[in-house]
């Protein structure tokens, strides 16, 4: 099992999370002041629109644009589909009724978010199914015995028309742990509806947390050894998180006083500012290129300066490995969800292509983030999907240019701060010696 490390960067008006695997940056997540993620919100919406012919809804849950419920996020677990029926083919509601829904797809500048009416509230272990009976298990947790057993656990503690699906983090824990949770979530779930009953018109019922609250809850596993904030304040939030969220951690949690940037001494910063750029080189001398589009983001291998040996099977197939455990850690890094596309190089050997896909499946597995693979097609392509989890990297470090329109992109002023900060760390401490 790898070893895992926190990084908590907090600057006067934004915070960075990073994940770090055996000393590799795998996560990195940031989120200013001003910044607000709807996904995992939980709003008193009130319908202003019913599509019929997109089976869908509009809801207005009280930004700038409405939200777009579709008819199959309607209380129906895809597990359980054949023991139900079929999805119902229209929306049960009318223009004017107010209804619980749940953001789980952040709103861009052309759409507005996507809601859903299977209410979920997460915790540490479990996942809370506030209008969903069901019982179920993360699927990262292969082993039938420990499923077996975490089922049994689950079964009769949520009330009925309720249901529990066990996180990966809930794996070996003892049933104390998971029932005492089960039991906060439902006492979540009472406070949900009391807020609903109380509120009166469009509100926001639940908010999700920031993004300390969020990685402490959902980042936090059995390997993770350190946390280590430049902040006194947020470590102690972060230690009263840890005491109430995850018992089992006994781990350090460190305060970082050096005069040295916390991103240079960790090695991380040219991780984290190539974030930002298309092209990605490989450890063997290859390359990708990332585009991100409206519809899917596009990832292109190239051999680049890499010539391996005489025989060009032999180079292409070694590009296509490093590439795929390269393009699992920038999909996690960049955060990219939706439809990724990938654009091997052609091999003529079928066990290779095979191969190659079972080394992206691998790594990918190591994301908390559901994704699915698909089989490379016949032009070398691989198609990925990724559940959207809050915004990309792209669109958090960078903004529209003012000179061109939106044709093109700019460091934001965010990310920039934080690069000069880093500069002149490090010229003071040359200037020093």
Not at 224 to 234: A, G, Q, R
Request: proline residues 2%.
């Amino acid at each position: 099992m790898s070893k895992k490390m926190l990084l908590v960067d907090c600057e006067h008006n934004s915070t960075n999370v990073c994940a770090l695997e055996d000393g590799i940056l795998q996560e990195f997540y940031n989120e200013t002041a001003e910044e607000v993620q709807l996904t995992g919100n939980i709003y008193k919406g009130k319908v202003t629109d019913v599509v019929d012919g997109l089976q869908s809804a509009f809801v207005d849950i009280g930004l700038d644009r409405t939200g777009f419920w579709y008819i199959g996020e309607t209380l129906v677990h895809n597990t359980i589909l054949g023991e139900q029926g079929a999805l119902p083919h229209t929306i049960l509601a009318k223009p004017g009724d107010y209804v619980m829904v749940q953001a789980i797809k952040e709103a861009t500048p052309l759409k507005g978010p996507k809601l859903t009416s299977n209410i979920s509230i997460p915790g540490h272990y479990l996942i809370y199914l506030y209008n969903l009976e069901f019982i179920g298990v993360s699927n990262k947790i292969l082993e039938q015995e420990e499923r077996d057993r975490l089922i049994g656990v689950l079964k009769g503690l949520a009330p009925e028309g309720r249901g529990f699906i066990a996180r990966t983090n809930a794996k070996n824990i003892s049933e104390i742990e998971i029932k005492k949770e089960a039991e906060y979530l439902i006492r979540a779930g009472e406070a949900l509806q009391k807020k609903w009953d109380e509120a009166d018109g469009i509100s926001l019922i639940y908010n999700e947390g920031n993004l300390l609250y969020r990685s402490i809850r959902d980042m936090i596993g059995l390997n993770t050894e350190k946390i280590v904030c430049n902040n006194e304040k947020l470590a102690s939030d972060i230690r009263e998180m840890v005491s109430s969220m995850c018992p089992y951690f006994n781990g350090e949690i460190e305060i970082y006083n050096r005069k040295e940037d916390m991103f240079d001494y960790y090695n991380i910063g040219d991780d984290i500012y190539a974030l930002g750029q298309k092209r990605v080189n490989l450890p063997i001398g290859g390359y990708l290129v990332i585009e991100r589009t409206e519809a899917l983001t596009a990832i292109d291998v190239n051999t680049g300066r890499f010539i391996g040996s005489i025989d060009r099977e032999d180079t292409v197939f070694r590009t296509n490995i490093d590439a795929a455990k390269e393009i699992a850690r920038q999909i996690r890094l960049r955060n990219i969800g939706g439809l990724i596309v990938i654009d091997f190089i052609d091999m003529l050997s079928e066990e290779h292509k095979v191969d190659v896909v079972n080394a992206l499946k691998d790594e990918l597995f190591k994301d908390r983030v559901k994704t699915k693979v698909m089989d490379m097609s016949g032009l070398g392509l691989v198609e990925v999907s990724r559940k959207k989890i809050g915004k990309e990297f792209g669109l958090v470090s960078s903004e529209k240019c003012p000179y061109c329109a939106g044709s093109g992109n700019i460091i934001s002023q965010n990310v920039l701060s934080r690069m000069l900060k880093l500069s002149l760390k490090k010229l003071f401490a040359y200037k020093k010696q």
